[in-house]
């Protein structure tokens, strides 16, 4: 049988995260400007302490356009994380942690340390691909069953039909 896949066949590499001091409108703009839904947010020792995502940025500038100032740092705006996924982790698993928050892309933390993120999709890429494998497994395992072993339909028909008399089939068929 197909195994359930992990994330670390799905992830992708951890490649930019911002420290919580760091001023909030430059991370705004390299967010905006990357592919990103949500980059990491980490303290001074690099541990993963929260994300920015591309909500964090659209409110704090609806809230800077209201109170006419701007400034504070990313961790005055970022998102705590409320789950955690690792590389290990099966991919049902990871489907649920979202299904838990209100992210679209997740850190992958491996012992306190980022190693990759995963975005929804690329846990919906994953289970889809799973599917796939287990379909085409159950595919196989029919048409490797001899047809004399797998009665079709008609099969129980003719069965239930010679061991039955005309009276017994007609209460049977009878439309109520």
Not at 14 to 36: G, H, I, K, Q
Request: charged share 30%.
């Amino acid at each position: 049988m197909a195994k359930t896949p992990i994330v670390k066949k799905f992830m992708k590499k951890a490649s930019r995260t911002f420290n919580e001091n760091d001023e909030m409108a430059p991370c705004m703009s390299v967010l905006a400007r990357s592919s990103f839904a949500a980059i990491p947010i980490v303290n001074d020792d690099n541990e993963v302490v929260g994300l920015l995502t591309e909500k964090d940025v659209m409110r704090t500038v609806i809230n800077w356009a209201y109170d006419q100032r701007a400034g504070g740092s990313v961790g005055n705006y970022m998102s705590s994380l409320e789950v955690i996924v690792t590389p290990e982790m099966d991919l049902l698993t990871a489907a649920r942690a979202f299904m838990e928050c209100n992210f679209s892309c997740l850190p992958v933390l491996d012992e306190d340390r980022l190693v990759g993120r995963i975005t929804r999709h690329d846990v919906l890429r994953g289970l889809e691909k799973w599917a796939t494998e287990i379909n085409k497994e159950r595919a196989g395992r029919l048409t490797k069953t001899p047809d004399h072993e797998r009665p079709s339909a008609m099969q129980e028909i003719q069965k239930v039909a010679s061991s039955h008399t005309r009276e017994q089939l007609s209460q049977i068929f009878r439309k109520n």
